[in-house]
């Protein structure tokens, strides 16, 4: 019987220690992690990350310091910024998608993927898990639509700005409005400070059609497996006139990304510069490999191209071609409205054709450099409604309800503010 109370009481005795020494870990890495906070404060990355490194031994599942970690690989200047974000992708891949931070650790993932380590596709698949995982992140589609616009995919953006304007406060919503003007009408110049930014401008350099295409070709670079990669360098090349070079460049895509069962706008393109190099067979039967998302401007837009052009089924085409300018940027496309009216014309339908060509003529007229200096002016004081309400009017004229009812909303709340500051 002693020798089992003996037993029993050294038993005790190291539960006592276990418990002692479980509590003193725990004290310390709670301590580790009050003292990285403060390192923060005076910008000293090293120690912030040894002291998150100590907390997140006994806590590797918390959240906010795995996100803390990250912060501070990627804010030390001392260290290459490539490999850092390589580091803190590393980190932040380690938040789980059921934590309250997975769509703040995506979002920065997706960040580090775009605007450091320049791979474009990496970051929409991100930023698309993080607007998953948080429906309502401004930030994440945000971000969703510089991706899109900064890879030749800005026509393919209204979804996602219209969802990023809903979420925006109205207070701020002129200027978001005024940023959608600049990106669909001034696509070249109106990322200047992203791509100077990103390193793609050098101090005092405008951008430029040359530096747009030093950009694409970079994203090529930096992940040469991506299909939205090359096929914005080749939608680049393609509107230059180049179309021969585009189509090496969709050719030397690699397979197993590049397929045309895979991503719309790589199809998309590929089609588009068949066509220009007069290969209506192959531009028909890679169209009819187009993946699961068959909808859309562009779906629309080669389903009408195809049945006109090479198919010729005119009846079939016309429709195909009023559903495609329906659809963003359709009201803007004064191009392929003209296409339409030559298919109305094949089909013998002349007096639809003649419509459609003024109405394409009033939107090529409404494209003239004059008509959007003034309205860049007008954009110029975001408090001034008289000049606000002729970007409305633009709108307007081009059948662009959506945005012509949102520069009026912007306006009639202006004049409301307006009304109740000269009543006081």
């Known amino acids: 019987m002693g020798t089992k109370r003996a037993v029993l009481r050294i038993a005790a005795t190291l539960i006592c220690c276990s418990a002692l020494a479980g509590g003193i870990w725990i004290a310390r890495a709670q301590r580790a992690l ?8 005076l910008g000293l990355w090293p120690g912030v990350r040894l002291q998150t490194r100590r907390y997140l ?56 993927e775009f605007l450091i380590l320049c791979r474009p596709e990496r970051a929409e698949r991100l930023f698309r898990k993080a607007i998953e995982l948080a429906p309502e992140s401004r ?4 971000m969703l639509w510089k991706v899109l616009e900064q890879t030749e995919r800005r026509h393919l953006s209204a979804d996602t700005f219209w969802r990023l304007y809903e979420l925006t406060p109205v207070e701020e919503r002129g200027y978001r409005l005024r940023e959608w003007y600049m990106s669909q009408l001034f696509a070249t110049t109106a990322n200047a400070d992203l791509d100077r930014t990103m390193g793609f401008l050098e101090p005092g350099e405008e951008a430029s059609l040359k530096s747009q295409g030093r950009r694409l070709a970079h994203f090529k670079v930096s992940d040469p497996n991506s299909s939205v990669a090359h096929a914005a360098l080749a939608h680049w090349f393609q509107k230059q006139g180049d179309v021969n070079y585009a189509s090496r460049i969709l050719e030397e895509t690699p397979q197993e990304v590049g397929g045309t069962a895979r991503d719309a706008f790589f199809v998309a393109t590929r089609i588009g510069v068949l066509i220009d190099l007069g290969e209506f067979d192959r531009a028909q039967a890679v169209f009819e490999e187009w993946p699961s998302q068959r909808e859309g401007y562009e779906f629309l837009k ?27 940027p359709g009201p803007f496309d004064w191009r392929l409205r003209n296409r339409w009216a030559n298919c109305l014309t094949r089909a013998g339908r002349k007096s639809e054709a003649r419509q459609v060509r003024r109405e394409a003529r009033v939107i090529e007229e409404n494209m003239e450099s004059d008509v959007h200096v003034e309205l860049v002016h007008a954009l110029s004081d975001l408090n001034d409604t008289t000049r606000l309400a002729e970007v409305a009017a633009f709108y307007e004229r081009l059948g662009c309800l959506r945005e012509a009812e949102a520069w009026y909303s912007t306006i009639r709340r202006l004049d409301a503010m307006n009304v109740q500051t000269s009543v006081k």
């Not at 009050?34 to 404060?41: F, H, I, W």
């Open 57 to 112: 031994a006994l806590h590797p599942n918390d959240a906010r310091a795995r996100l803390l970690l990250a912060e501070a690989w990627v804010k030390d200047d001392s260290i290459d910024s490539q490999q850092s974000a390589k580091t803190a992708l590393e980190q932040l891949a380690r938040v789980s998608d059921e934590s309250d931070l997975a769509a703040v650790a995506r979002t920065q993932a997706g960040r580090l």
């Open 302 to 328: 080669w389903r009408a191209v195809i049945l006109d052009e090479i198919a010729g089924d005119f009846g079939l085409a016309a429709s195909a071609y009023e559903e495609a300018l329906s659809k963003w």
């Open 139 to 142: 930030d994440a589609h945000y």
């Open 34 to 41: 009050a003292k990285a906070g403060q390192l923060v404060e």
